[in-house]
């Protein structure tokens, strides 16, 4: 957590009736630091789970699967997901983008209650990278295989083995980096972006600093 008190994880646990055999039921733990508190937040369901803090740190959102959005009678793979966003221990939250068929992806959730969501209409289709406030208007940014928000703006967003840096006020696009074997979610420190790679000739991976103007 931002004050460093807590460790938030997920677990399965037992799946409602409405979960398909191969779906799993996650749950959103936290734990203090010293073991000797565990509170069960919230159910995110058919997901493996992420959570997205708010730059207050009092706030906290996170995609979960729950509902059967396709109406085939059954919770799974198949089920898109909702955009919850509730405090920190859980509480007050509710769903402010509904489950729907489309798979929704959750990068950001700026100071001014504005999320950052994607929306694919399959996994392996690139995703249409919007902008939701907190009335629920939806402002397009970009179509990207992946996109990794900063602190000041200055985003990148995958294209194939293209990385490229995209300024989310603008819309604009600048460096690209060709970047092959991606291994895991890049993380974004500051107007830094780590990324691990596998090198082909030794199957070895590499720990990659790209900063503002180069990579090392």
Known sequence: SGDGKWIYYFED??????????????????????????????????????????????????????????????????DGGAVWVGDVDGKNGKDIVPATSKKLGLYAFLADDTLIVGYRDAWEAPAKIVLRDAAGKEEPLCDATRYVPTANGEDWIQESDLWIRFVRATKTTGTALSIKNLVGRPLQIEKNLWIVRRVEETHHTQLLLIGEKSES
């Open 13 to 78: 646990s037992a799946k409602p009736d409405k979960f398909a055999r191969t779906a799993r039921n996650a749950i959103l733990f936290r734990a203090s630091l010293d073991g000797k508190t565990v509170e069960r937040l919230i159910d995110v369901g058919n997901t493996v789970g992420r959570v997205v803090w708010h730059p207050d740190q009092k706030r906290m959102a996170l995609v979960r699967h729950v509902e059967d959005s396709n109406r085939d009678g059954k919770v799974d793979y198949l």
